[in-house]
C-alpha cells in the first residue's frame, strides 16, 4: 500500500505523467482525481497543500492517475458530469455528456414544448435538463440500452423529474403512441470509417452503438425522419443534433420527407450543431 504523501506531492507526481502520454489536460485531471480520491475540494486542495493525506486514498488516487494513463475519460472515472448546470450519473452504456449539447436543450427550451419525445436519451441528460426548465412538460425518453435507461431513471430521480419523464427501452420509434410537441435527438453520427482514428478516450471508452452512424454517418437521420411525422402535433417540430459538416445532408434528408420549415443553429464556438425541421411554414 502507498505511504501517506502530502497533496502537492501527488499533484506534482501526476500531472508529469498524464503530459508525458499526451494528454490535453493534465493539471486540471490530477486535480479533478485528486478531488474524488480525498474529497476535498478544489479550494480545499491549495489550502490544505502541505497535509498528508492517509495512505488509502493515495492508493484510490494512484488507481485512478493509472486507468487515465490508459485513457479513460475522466469523468468516467469520477462516475459523473456536469452538463446545463446540473451533475448527471454515468455508465458503460452512456455517452458522456457535452458542452456543445447544451445548445439542443437552449433550442428545446425556446419552442416551449408541453409534450417531449427524446430518441436515444442516454444518461438522461437532455431529458432532466428540459424536464427541470420546463414546469409543464411531459417528455417520452428512448433507448435501446437497458442500462442507459436506468441511469437515466437514476438521473431523473436525482434531480427531482421522475414523475415528469417517462423511459421506454426501445429501439427509436418502436411500440410508442401519441404525438408531441417537440421530437429532440442527438443521435449516432459518427461514420462507421472515422470510428478508428477518433480519441482513445472515445474510441475504447465510449457505447460503440451511441457513435456508429453507419456509413456516412446519417443513417439514424434517415431512420428519424422517415418516421418522425407521425409522432408530431400539428405545429410540432423536430431538434437533431448533428456533426460538424453534417448540416446539407441532414436538411436534404429532412426535405425529402416533407419538412419545408428547416434551420440550422450555431453552437457557442459558432459551429453549426443543430437542425430544426417542422412541417409546416
Excluded: W
Excluded at 458530469?81 to 433550442?107: A, H, K, M, N, W
Excluded at 415528469?164 to 410537441?181: A, H, M, S, Y
Excluded at 470509417?193 to 480519441?199: A, G, P, V, W
Amino acid at each position: 500500500m502507498p505511504k501517506a504523501e502530502t497533496v502537492s506531492k501527488l499533484l506534482l507526481k501526476a500531472a508529469p505523467l498524464f503530459s508525458k502520454a499526451g494528454l490535453d489536460t493534465p493539471e486540471l485531471d490530477a486535480k479533478l482525481l485528486l478531488q474524488a480520491a480525498s474529497g476535498y475540494t478544489n479550494v480545499e486542495l491549495i489550502s490544505k497543500s502541505k497535509e498528508a493525506l492517509q495512505s488509502e486514498i493515495c492508493e484510490t488516487f494512484y488507481g485512478f492517475v493509472e486507468r487515465r494513463l490508459n485513457h479513460e475519460p475522466v469523468h468516467r472515472i469520477l462516475g459523473y458530469r456536469e452538463f446545463y448546470g446540473r451533475q448527471f450519473i454515468l455508465s458503460d452504456e452512456t455517452l458522456i455528456p457535452r458542452p456543445d449539447t447544451e445548445i439542443l436543450v437552449e433550442c428545446g427550451l425556446k419552442a416551449k414544448p408541453t409534450s417531449v419525445l427524446e430518441i436515444g436519451t442516454g444518461s438522461g441528460a437532455i431529458a432532466v435538463s428540459l424536464a427541470s426548465e420546463l414546469p409543464d412538460v411531459k417528455i417520452t425518453a428512448t433507448d435501446i440500452s437497458k442500462d442507459a435507461v436506468k441511469t437515466a431513471q437514476k438521473n431523473a430521480v436525482k434531480h427531482n423529474v421522475d414523475k415528469k419523464i417517462k423511459f421506454v427501452e426501445t429501439d427509436l420509434f418502436k411500440g410508442l403512441k401519441g404525438k408531441f410537441d417537440l421530437v429532440i435527438s442527438n443521435p449516432p453520427y459518427i461514420r462507421k470509417s472515422d470510428i478508428s482514428d477518433l480519441q482513445k478516450e472515445v474510441q475504447f471508452h465510449d457505447p460503440m452503438h451511441a457513435l456508429d452512424g453507419g456509413k456516412d454517418g446519417l443513417d439514424f437521420y434517415r431512420l428519424i425522419f422517415k418516421q418522425v411525422a407521425g409522432f408530431l402535433n400539428p405545429n410540432g417540430s423536430v431538434l437533431v443534433e448533428i456533426g460538424i459538416g453534417q448540416e446539407n445532408d441532414v436538411i436534404a434528408i429532412a426535405k425529402a420527407e416533407g419538412f419545408s420549415k428547416l434551420e440550422v443553429i450555431k453552437d457557442l464556438n459558432q459551429v453549426n450543431r443543430v437542425v430544426g425541421a417542422s412541417l409546416n411554414d
